[in-house]
């Protein structure tokens, strides 16, 4: 294994790895246009991904609570100028109807952060990152990792249909792999098993007892249950694999319920 070592990142660096590295933050998302905030620290970025939706991204040098407010009064403006800036950046092939999406990229997030974000009906991704040098080498490689926003509970009065929970989802195969999971569970407990739509997630109960939630994202969705040290975990799904990956826990969950 080659060394390596954490480097630190100055702002010309931070400008080409957004300019540059932004399928390094996520598949399929692409650099438009940035934008300094006094001069250092922020950039107000505009990317758009893969499924032509606009995406609003807020990066820091360094760990920052107000980056949040920051990013959605950038959001905001956005949203309120998609027509304008679809028809500046024309080549990018931005769907001006699709719901905009905002990222805040970061060395860290507190948990103060983390919790706001909970609460806000935006479609918002944290991402932190750290940068790294190879033995031998002045290149600057960042390391991403994605933060997933804990879902707030939600009042009965919020449920949505079944019909609704799997439109809210973006990607068309996901949609199929998450309506085939609602089809199947019936069959998992001889019918104890009882699936309530609720706002953004769909609440999995064995006899009256919750062992999993699915919660949804535009992008994506959630498994959230007891992993299997017994500390409820959120598990992204975007593809069948990741889903039958979970299976066994899944099931093992569900039995623990039904005993």
């Known amino acids: 294994m080659r ?6 990142l100055n702002e010309s660096q931070l400008e080409n790895l957004v300019h540059y590295g932004s399928e390094v933050i996520e598949d399929g998302l692409k ?9 250092k620290n922020h950039l107000d970025v505009l990317f ?21 407010l920051q990013g959605l009064d950038y959001y905001n403006y956005v949203t ?15 769907d001006p109807t699709k719901p905009i999406k905002l990222i ?19 479609n918002i991704s944290l991402y932190t990152y750290k ?29 949505d249909s079944f019909e609704d929970q799997l439109g809210y989802l973006t990607n068309q195969k996901l ?39 699915l919660t949804l994202r535009r992008e994506n969705f959630l498994v959230e249950t007891h992993s299997a040290e017994g500390k409820w975990t959120s598990y992204p799904v975007t593809s069948r694999e990741d889903l039958d990956n979970l299976m066994m826990l899944m099931k093992s969950n569900m039995e623990n319920k039904l005993k």
């Open 3 to 8: 060394k390596y070592k954490p480097a630190e």
């Open 31 to 39: 650099y438009v246009d940035h934008q300094k905030l006094n001069g």
């Open 48 to 68: 758009v991904d893969s499924e032509k939706t606009m995406v609003v991204g807020k990066l820091t040098m360094v760990e920052d609570d107000n980056m949040l």
């Open 80 to 94: 309120n100028n998609i027509e304008v800036l679809t028809r500046i950046f024309k080549n990018d092939c931005i």
């Open 104 to 122: 805040l990229v970061a060395p860290n997030f507190s948990q103060t952060l983390t919790n706001c974000c909970r609460w806000i009906d935006a």
């Open 131 to 159: 940068c790294i040098k190879f033995e031998g080498s002045d290149e600057v490689i960042p390391i991403f990792s994605k933060i997933f926003i804990p879902t707030p509970p939600r009042r009965l009065e919020e449920m």
């Open 175 to 213: 949609r199929e792999i998450l309506a085939s999971l609602l089809a199947d569970l019936p069959n998992w407990g001889n019918d104890l098993i009882v699936i309530e739509p609720i706002k953004y997630a769909i609440s999995i109960k064995g006899e009256g007892k919750i062992f999993m939630t």
